[in-house]
C-alpha cells in the first residue's frame, strides 16, 4: 500500500487532510504526520497514524521523517523559512 506524509499535520490544512485520508479508508500506519512537535499531534497518535518529527529549519533530520514515503503533501508553514533548506 502507498505511504502517504503530510506535513503541517498539526495545522488546518494537515489535519484536515489527514482527516480525509482516514475517512477514505487509508490504514493509518500508511499515513505519515510530518510534525514540529509530536506531542501537538498525540491524538492522530493514538488514531495509529505514524507521527514523525520534522521541522523545514532542520534538513538533517528530514530524510529520517520522510523515509519509506511514496507520497509527500507538504503543507507549508505559517512561517518564514529559506526555499534552500529543502533542496
Ligand atoms: N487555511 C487556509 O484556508 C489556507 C488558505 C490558503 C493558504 N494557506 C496556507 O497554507 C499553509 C497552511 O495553512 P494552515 O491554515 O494549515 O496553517 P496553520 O494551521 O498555521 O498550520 C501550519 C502548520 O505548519 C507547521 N509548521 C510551521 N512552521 C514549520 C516548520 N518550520 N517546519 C515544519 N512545520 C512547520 C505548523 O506546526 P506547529 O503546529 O508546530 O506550529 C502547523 O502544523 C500556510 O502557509 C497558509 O498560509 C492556508
Redesign the pocket.
Not at 510530518?34 to 512537535?37: L, Q
Not at 503543507?75 to 512561517?79: E, L, N, W
Given at each position: 500500500m502507498t505511504t502517504i506524509a503530510i506535513?503541517?499535520?498539526?495545522?488546518?490544512?494537515?489535519r484536515l487532510v489527514v482527516d480525509r485520508l482516514l475517512a477514505r479508508g487509508i490504514a493509518a500506519d500508511h499515513v505519515v504526520a510530518?510534525?514540529?512537535?509530536p506531542t501537538?499531534a498525540a491524538d492522530l497518535a493514538a488514531r495509529g497514524v505514524d507521527v514523525r518529527r520534522?521541522?523545514?529549519?532542520d534538513p538533517a533530520a528530514l530524510p529520517a521523517a520522510l523515509a519509506g514515503v511514496d507520497v509527500l503533501l507538504l503543507?507549508?508553514?505559517?512561517?518564514s523559512?529559506s526555499p534552500s533548506t529543502l533542496r
Open positions: 506535513t503541517g499535520a498539526t495545522g488546518h490544512l494537515g510530518v510534525v514540529r512537535n501537538k520534522g521541522d523545514y529549519t503543507v507549508s508553514g505559517s512561517g523559512f
